[in-house]
């Protein structure tokens, strides 16, 4: 059985993964993937903004870091892309980046509830008990669905990621996912089932299966991604992935080429 496309995975110049983008994708040849993709943390607009994206300075060893990858493997398809934080108000920095290279695809992520709180920081969790569940995810998901809106991404990165801590609100998000949802199948955006959920304390791909099933009722197209911080890393619990996808009456998954999408069967 072919393994969908591996979307979504990162390289040193973030300063909180290792392995150089040939060593994963040696390791993707190992698991079977046919198809990877790097999408590294983007240069933030300043870069003391936090210590966990790509530096400015590092952008062009990033392009020679991955056509490295490609040259030493010619047999895998590598594309090339960024998982790009949308902050409300930086939209002239995301637009600047977009432009400086013909992408195969963009990923918009939020990790950023405010300026000053990334929400899955591990360093930053004692914030989590401060707040209401609730508010947190409404805003974190209010802000996904304006990422959806900006047209700036091909597809939004683990769309639960708020979950990663086990912070659940009490109250029904239902609303939340649905208006997410219909951004999403309005500008055409495809979702990533993202497995880094189940190195998680959740232990739950990204995202859940409720919200998986939604998506495939209202016809958001997929992508795969194990958001690889290491060689090991790459495909995994993609069986797990394709079992999610196809029990929700998934039969395609997305690639793209230059922002070009193209409907694969699973
Ligand atoms: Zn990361
Ligand atoms: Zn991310």
Redesign the pocket.
Same mark, same amino acid.
Do not use: G, M, T, W
């Given at each position: 059985m072919a393994l969908p496309a591996d979307y979504h995975m990162h390289t040193p110049l973030c300063r909180h993964a290792v392995g150089e983008p040939t060593e994963l994708a040696a390791h993707a040849e190992r698991v079977g993937l046919t198809e990877i993709g790097f999408s590294e943390h983007n240069p933030m607009v300043r870069d003391d903004w936090d210590e966990w994206h790509m530096l400015q300075a590092d952008f062009d060893l990033y392009l020679d870091k991955v056509e490295k990858a490609r040259r030493e493997h010619p047999n895998l398809t590598i594309k090339l892309a960024l998982?790009m934080d949308f902050i409300p108000g930086q939209e002239d920095w995301i637009r600047q980046l977009a432009a400086r290279h013909p992408w195969d695809y963009l990923i918009g $992520?939020v #990790?950023y509830v405010s300026d000053s709180w990334d929400l899955d920081n591990p360093k930053r969790i004692s914030e989590w008990k401060t707040r209401d569940p609730f508010h947190v995810w409404t805003t974190y998901f209010e802000r996904l669905t304006m990422a959806a809106e900006s047209g700036f991404f091909q597809i939004i $990165? #683990?769309p639960d990621?708020c979950k990663k801590f086990c912070f659940y609100p009490k109250e029904d998000c239902t609303p939340l996912f649905k208006r997410f949802l219909t951004a999403m199948k309005r500008h055409g955006l495809a979702m990533e089932l993202n497995t880094a959920g189940l190195r998680k304390d959740c232990r739950e791909i990204y995202p859940s299966p409720r919200l998986v099933q939604m998506a495939a009722e209202m016809e958001v197209p997929i992508t795969f991604a194990s958001?690889a911080h290491a060689p090991a890393e790459v495909g995994a619990n993609f069986t797990e992935a394709l079992t999610l996808a196809r029990n929700a009456g998934y039969t395609h998954y997305c690639r793209f080429t230059q922002r070009q999408r193209e409907m694969v069967k699973l």
């Open positions: 998982e $992520a #990790h $990165a #683990h990621l958001d």
